[in-house]
């Protein structure tokens, strides 16, 4: 229950920045332009709680459906307009205003994340240094000779720093080369060329899966399985276990690191298991049951143990990414940019076929990333709200009606024709936008539950 909390509550912040920040945008350059707020609501449908504030007395209302909000100005529909207040109505706005109204929310979602990513840069992050596992058998990445233990250097050319940066380049390469090459360092010291291909890939089309398919793992470091901490009333303190017992054989078999004491124990819920550990300098024999727990759909073992961290495997696996103020604030818009146009190719991909509308998340997807970010630390979540932020913005740029571009795309059609559009286009155009919203909703609610049932 505390977990469902946790997730929920760093859920509905990242929602409330997100939208805030949007519809804000909105409410300040309306307000810029001289157009009267009537109401400023998060979340849509009936209003359950509203106050007055300000000389035009704005309703700022929460509302319902939590899942966006909206800034509703004076004569923005078929409002009647008082003769008296014409000139602080939106339709009464020039073309140039009544576009940069509607792009604010957008924008301020891009130069959101810029902010984001720019306060990560500058304080820095700890990540996982871009070291290779040994690749499955048979994928990509082990016919192209990728060894336990190397380290990636660069991408095409393009120096990496972090596993997340390689795994980046190379999702981002998928989607326009056959194959990439891949600069590696391994332990003994010597620098390789590995060939990557990348076609079978993209012949399936592109998804979640991808970069497993390809073979890449991250390296396990071994870790030996010696105790830290014991939950009180997990399945190893019923047992008896105690901080300090390394763990030596699980029903006979030697425990080399504690990534393969992981493995026995979560493929054996509810199924008593033989444990030989070392106390000080005697080995003793526990039999532990491993209380069964749901995640992703699937029933696993936990005995409800921590393992006594490394400092020395935790250096050789971490590196600190971190940099200057200024340097950091051009890291943060060259992230922005590159994320926010891979965004768009992946949409255009998704249309065309090459890339599987399985990627499409909704609420519940969002909810469980925002838990997991916050859980791995503060740079990790506010590098999830930044990618949140992009998606938020580039989505309302596209032209889509009841979307900010579509409003944009009906500006420009006035521009063209000299006139505003017939109430007859705006309204088939809302039915094809809800049309079209509604199917993408569809859509992401499928993908949630089926990610909720099948993990």
């Known amino acids: 229950m505390n977990n469902f909390l946790f997730y929920a509550f760093a859920f509905i912040v990242a929602l409330s920045v997100l939208i805030i920040v949007h519809e804000y945008a909105h409410f300040l350059v309306a307000r810029l332009a001289g157009v009267k707020i009537l109401r400023f609501s998060l979340g849509f449908g009936r209003v359950l ?40 109505a939106f ?44 690749p499955p ?18 991408v095409n050319g393009k120096p990496v720093q972090t596993w997340q940066d390689l795994r980046w380049d190379v ?8 194959s990439v090459e ?13 060939r990557l291909d990348l ?29 830290d901490k014991l939950m009180p009333d997990g399945a190893a303190a019923r047992a008896g276990m105690l901080p300090g017992d390394e763990i030596l054989t699980i029903d006979g078999e030697e425990i080399t690191s504690s990534f393969v004491m992981i493995e026995r124990i979560s493929a054996s819920p509810a199924r008593s298991m033989d444990f030989s550990l070392l106390r000080g300098e005697t080995v003793l024999s526990f039999p532990v049951t491993p209380d069964a727990v749901e995640e992703n759909g699937k029933s696993i073992g936990r005995i409800g143990v921590l393992i006594r961290p490394s400092e020395s495997k935790r250096k050789e696996m971490m590196t600190t990414v971190r940099y200057d103020l200024l340097p950091a604030l051009g890291k943060a818009v060259g992230e922005t940019y590159d994320k926010s146009l891979f965004t768009l190719k992946m949409i255009g991909k998704m249309l065309t076929g090459a890339v599987s509308w399985r990627n499409i998340g909704g609420p ?11 859980r791995l630390g ?5 590098k999830f709200l930044g990618l949140i932020s992009i998606s938020l913005g580039v989505f309302n740029l596209l032209p889509i009606p009841i979307l900010d571009g579509g409003h944009l795309l009906y500006y420009v059609l006035e521009i063209i024709k000299r006139k505003p559009l017939s109430d007859r286009s705006i309204e088939i155009g809302q039915r094809i936008g809800i049309a079209l919203l509604l199917m993408l909703m569809v859509c992401s609610f499928y993908n949630d539950i089926n990610r909720l049932i099948h993990g």
Not at 378 to 382: A, G, P
């Open 378 to 382: 503060l740079d990790y979540y506010l």
């Open 171 to 178: 999702l981002r390469l998928v989607t326009e080369l056959n």
């Open 364 to 374: 519940l997807t969002i909810a469980d990333y925002a838990g997991q970010s916050a």
């Open 199 to 227: 076609s079978a890939v993209r012949a399936e089309g592109l998804d979640a899966d991808s970069l497993q398919k390809l073979g890449f793992v991250f390296i396990r470091p071994k870790i030996p399985p010696i105790i």
């Open 91 to 134: 339709c009464q706005q020039s073309v140039a205003r009544r576009m940069a109204i509607a792009a604010a929310g957008p924008v301020a979602n891009l130069l959101l994340a810029v902010v984001l990513f720019w306060v990560v840069f500058f304080i820095g992050s700890e990540e996982l240094k871009p070291i290779f596992g040994a």
């Open 49 to 88: 709680w509203s106050m007055r504030l300000g000389r035009d007395r704005t309703e700022w209302a929460l509302s319902a459906i939590p899942l966006g909000g909206y800034v509703k100005m004076l004569g923005e529909y078929d409002d009647e307009v008082p003769a008296n207040e014409r000139d602080r």
């Open 137 to 154: 058998a048979g994928t990509p990445a082990a016919h192209a000779g990728f060894e336990e233990g190397e380290l990636a250097l660069k």
């Open 182 to 194: 891949i600069e590696v360092i391994n332990t003994r010291g010597e620098i390789n060329f590995r």
